[in-house]
């Protein structure tokens, strides 16, 4: 495992490098093309049931689980991007864009999973060819209708409890300031090199390897947990 981490690493940042940006900001542009794809993928699903009643592809539970965690864990790494960084006013366009992406691909799932739950119950009955031939004019108005219903009652609700709860006047918002305060996870290494001539304090041994865990001087004085029985010797 570590050395296909290390591997990819590697490639990583030769073509950071070759594109003059970082690690971080790097992966949050190819994670946002990612969303995108994703968004507009699910867009023209829903679109075509609004003409046909029947998508043409549709995700499976893994598929879904993928399309949720790319926005999500965009929006994660963002803030630590050169996009995003120490400007408030990007994480909140960040935010409102990442979250859009999670609802399109939240409803798109909706959409399908009743479109998908309800031709299988047509398709089961005996005679459904004589049900989809004599009524099919019935049918794909009502599964359209339901792929345009869903997303017109919860869109206007969703991004009124959003925008209200964000611009909330009430002095602290703690809404807003936790996305303005959010630095996001850093993707590059760390600037702060250790080696044979860094002041460096040995914290405690590793006890599979017997290697000694240590730190940097500077960061003497971070808070640090340390947790174990009595008579173990945590000072």
């Known amino acids: 495992m570590k050395f296909i981490s290390k591997f990819i690493i590697k490639y990583l940042d030769i073509?950071?490098?070759?594109?003059?940006?970082?690690?971080?900001t790097f992966v949050t542009y190819v994670l946002t093309l990612v969303s995108a794809y994703i968004v507009i993928d699910r867009v023209v699903e829903i679109i075509i049931i609004w003409f046909t009643g029947m998508s043409v592809s549709y995700w499976g539970p893994i598929a879904y689980t993928v399309a949720i965690m790319v926005p999500w864990f965009t929006f994660f790494i963002a803030n630590a991007s050169k996009f995003a960084y120490n400007n408030n006013k990007a994480k909140l366009s960040m935010f409102y864009t990442y979250s859009l992406a999670l609802y399109i691909v939240g409803i798109s799932f909706f959409v399908q999973s009743f479109n998908r739950f309800a031709w299988v119950m047509i398709l089961s009955v005996p005679n459904y060819q004589e049900i989809i031939?004599?009524?099919?004019?019935?049918?794909?108005?009502?599964?359209a209708s339901i792929?345009?219903?869903l997303?017109?009652?919860?869109f206007f609700p969703i991004f009124r409890w959003m925008y209200t709860k964000i611009n909330d006047p009430i002095f602290p918002n703690t809404f807003l300031d936790s996305i303005n305060d959010y630095v996001g996870v850093d993707l590059n290494p760390?600037?702060?090199e250790s080696g044979p001539y860094s002041l460096e304090?040995?914290?405690?041994?590793?006890?599979?390897?017997g290697k000694g865990a240590k730190i940097l001087d500077n960061r003497r004085l971070q808070g640090?947990?340390?947790m174990g029985p009595s008579g173990v010797r945590k000072n």
């Open 224 to 226: 640090t947990l340390i």
């Open 151 to 154: 997303p017109i009652v919860t």
């Open 201 to 209: 304090i040995n914290l405690c041994n590793d006890k599979s390897s």
């Open 190 to 192: 760390s600037t702060i």
């Open 15 to 24: 073509l950071v490098k070759k594109c003059k940006t970082d690690r971080t």
């Open 133 to 143: 031939t004599e009524f099919g004019h019935l049918i794909r108005p009502a599964l």
């Open 147 to 149: 792929a345009i219903y």
